[in-house]
């Protein structure tokens, strides 16, 4: 039997490249980028209901963590009877959209993988005004966002065939996976577009519906990929895009009795809120609503005696302070074996002290702002925390500028279990940990609720090996950073209080929203 991807013509999976911002020509595109988006700024984004563009009374605005006082996008309100609409929208065009072929559905994703690939400028340039993100931050968004069109199209070719099982003797057997239904997905402003994006065309090529309620901070990207969706074909039934307060129109989503499903990525206390209402089963609800939970980290690297100290402390700055601290799998805590502690420390502050602070839009800044007031404030009370649990080495407030800018702040002799080594700061803000050998490294580096990222830096095979066995991580890297991940090559999520391991980008991911029906016929 001719297989889907050969019908298809679907070459095998790789990475998209990223832009090469050192290329004169290349800084010149996004230069002119950033001023098409500048330009766009103020614009009004409708909701999409029921494949009706919607508009309501109330209003919110996103706008630029750089200078706040910019207006990105204007948003529509939603109400709680908007939101139960969406998703009786979404319900009733499940019935349609599931009996799309597999093809069909996979052909979308790869048209919206050529369209982003082709407004790859202009999205980053979005993504930097919008969340703040450097401009090589901003692509690594945009190219994971094709990335998952393109991986999760091909894995939706691979498990539409039939699944091979054990032959039976007088019948024909067979195993299908079909699509579950409403997906309520509830995507993190830090990776706007990848995570986003990633959560809808899987939804999407499984023959899933989709209730969208992007973050607060980053609407503008998201009405941008529902409309790049639209135009590579999904049906605008396909996908409800819902804005507006969480506080009102979350609870609604997560509880209604016809949503099947919720993708969140987000903070641990939001995530645990909505396992909580989704285990709850509501009047009419007629299953066990699943959730593929990603939350958050409190990521740690170990810098081993043995370890190239050079190496580390570049693979330390990069996951600290890389977005400003603002990704899950950041490295927040690193853990320093004593017999180099002070050499490591005192290189460390001195490579942190060399980063730049500013607007993202500008390429000559590492650090771009925190996302919004209320991110900077909570991050400040923490690096007041942490002044008295440990030694300010550098940082340690507010940078300059009208932004939400923070210094990159490193607090040393932190003890293994205070407030700054256990909890998430989600800012840059490092705790070094002093380690008296592998052994107490290892405990401490496991000695948090979380279970995400980590890293070991260790020229010994040994002690190598024994954080493969030991380190309890989802995700764990071995002499190189614990940011980064790639799709097909790192798929991601984490143990405990980090998620349900959800592993995006990665074989397994897609069987997270489809069901397996085994069929079995009597043959003479």
Not at 252 to 275: C, D, M, N, W
Not at 292 to 307: C, N, P, R, S
């Amino acid at each position: 039997m001719a297989t889907a991807e050969t019908k298809l013509h679907v070459p095998e999976f790789t990475n998209e490249p990223f832009i090469d911002f050192s290329n004169a020509e290349n800084r010149k595109r996004m230069e002119a980028a950033l001023a098409k988006v500048k330009a766009e700024f103020g614009q009004e984004y409708p909701m999409w209901i029921a494949g009706q563009k919607v508009i309501t009374t109330g209003k919110k605005k996103s706008t630029n963590p750089s200078r706040p006082s910019e207006v990105i996008g204007v948003f529509q309100d939603a109400s709680k009877e908007q939101a139960a609409q969406a998703v009786d929208a979404a319900n009733k065009y499940f019935d349609v959209w599931k009996k799309v072929p597999a093809e069909t559905r996979a052909k979308y994703l790869f048209k919206a993988a050529q369209i982003v690939r082709e407004r790859k400028f202009e999205l980053g340039a979005l993504v930097c005004y919008e969340v703040g993100k450097s401009w090589i931050e901003a692509d690594a968004d945009i190219a994971e966002t094709i990335d998952f069109c393109e991986y999760y199209g091909r894995e939706m070719l691979r498990l539409s065939e039939p699944q091979k099982l054990t032959p039976m003797r007088g019948e024909r057997n067979y195993m299908v996976y079909i699509p579950l239904g409403v997906g309520a997905v509830i995507p993190p402003w830090n990776f706007p577009m990848a995570i986003m994006a990633g959560l809808v065309v899987s939804s999407l090529v499984t023959g899933n519906t989709v209730v969208l309620k992007p973050a607060a901070d980053s609407p503008t990207i998201a009405a941008k990929f529902v409309d790049i969706l639209h135009e590579a074909g999904v049906p605008n039934e396909a996908v409800q895009f819902l804005t507006g307060s969480g506080a009102v129109i979350g609870d609604v989503i997560v509880q209604h009795p016809k949503t099947r499903y919720i993708g969140f990525t987000g903070s641990k206390e939001v995530g645990l809120r909505i396992a909580e209402l989704a285990n709850k089963p509501q009047p009419g609800q007629i299953w066990i609503k699943r959730t593929v939970l990603e939350m958050g980290g409190k990521d740690g690297m170990i810098v081993d005696e043995e370890a190239d100290v050079d190496a580390a402390v570049e693979g330390t700055v990069q996951a600290a302070f890389g977005y400003q601290g603002q990704k899950c799998s950041a490295c927040s805590r690193v853990i320093v074996s004593e017999k180099i502690y002070d050499t490591f420390l005192n290189k460390l502050v001195e490579r942190t002290k060399k980063i730049k602070v500013g607007p993202s839009d500008d390429p000559n800044n590492y650090m771009g702002p925190v996302v919004s007031e209320t991110a900077m404030k909570g991050i400040l009370n923490y690096i007041e925390v942490g002044k008295k649990e440990g030694r300010l080495m550098t940082g340690g407030g507010r940078a300059a500028g009208e932004g939400y800018f923070v210094e990159p702040t490193i607090i040393a002799d932190v003890d293994p279990k205070a407030r700054l080594a256990q909890e998430e700061v989600f800012g840059p803000v490092l705790a070094v940990i002093k380690a008296r050998n592998f052994d107490h490294a290892m405990e401490i580096a496991n000695n948090t609720e979380f279970g995400l990222t980590g890293a070991v830096y260790s020229k010994n095979p040994e002690k190598i090996r024994r954080a493969e066995e030991e380190f309890h991580v989802g995700n764990l890297y071995l002499n190189r950073k614990c940011t980064g991940a790639m799709v097909g090559a790192h798929p991601f999520g984490g143990f405990n209080m980090s998620g349900t391991d959800s592993k995006t980008g990665g074989k397994d991911y897609l069987l997270l929203f489809l069901q397996a029906k085994a069929v079995a016929e009597k043959v003479s």
